[in-house]
């Protein structure tokens, strides 16, 4: 049985989020954690110094904690429904790092929207407080279009380094029944030459887990043509070691991931060493 930390902010219900955590469970029991937070930052609203009384301030409060609670009751709904175990963490306030924090070590994965976290803040994705989650996380995250389909191929990038290779492990531990999907292990490098590093051992590893792999080179820049690549590529979910970099160097550069994630192109797991 897996713990999956399911997040919501406000009426943002993920239903996209929801339907891939149907496709876990009919493979194995799962736990489900809601935690749910409201889309405002009510506190954060007010001026330092000013007391918060006045009727719009505790009526705008007031909104908020009952578009949570209407999430709340969703959840809990449908995973009553799909025969899901569930809890409901009883956190009804604005977003919490600290608190998520704490809840994500003790998950094994987080699941989020890949559309709706967050929206009523910041719309493009992957705002501000999705690139936070996607950071300070200390399981696995999986970031899921609500468009989600039912998952028929893996693609996972590859560059030879030790945050793929670890985003890969986390991965199978986790997925074991998605080994007798097609996996393609895709290394990106605008370059000429065929040559991915490590090959073989990759192929040895990669083939103690899954059961059809296929490793192929692209040479284009991954930022501008990986997103529209795995449109092509119908129900696929893509594999990336991804934001483990600082805030301040992922405001000055974004990864390939960002732009998938930008493009709701398919479901992305990302794991990062720190």
Known sequence: ????????????FPKGAFRFIQQIREHEPVFVKGLF????????MIPVGFIPISEPYVKLKEEEKLLVKKSREKFSRECEAHGIKFQVHPHDGSWDRDLFIKESRFADLVVISEELFCRDVLDVQPNFFMGETLRVSECPVVVVPENFHVVDRLAIAYDGGKEAMFALKQFAYLFPDFSELPADFVHIKDEKGDDIPDQELLQEYAGSHFDALYASKLHFDAKKHFPTWLENKKNIFLVAGSYSRSTFSNTFRQSFADKVIAK??????????S
């Open 1 to 12: 049985m897996k713990k999956i930390l399911f997040l919501c902010d406000g009426d943002n």
């Open 37 to 44: 937070f409201t889309s405002i930052d009510t506190e954060q």
């Open 264 to 273: 709701h192109a398919c479901p992305v797991f990302i794991a990062h060493f």
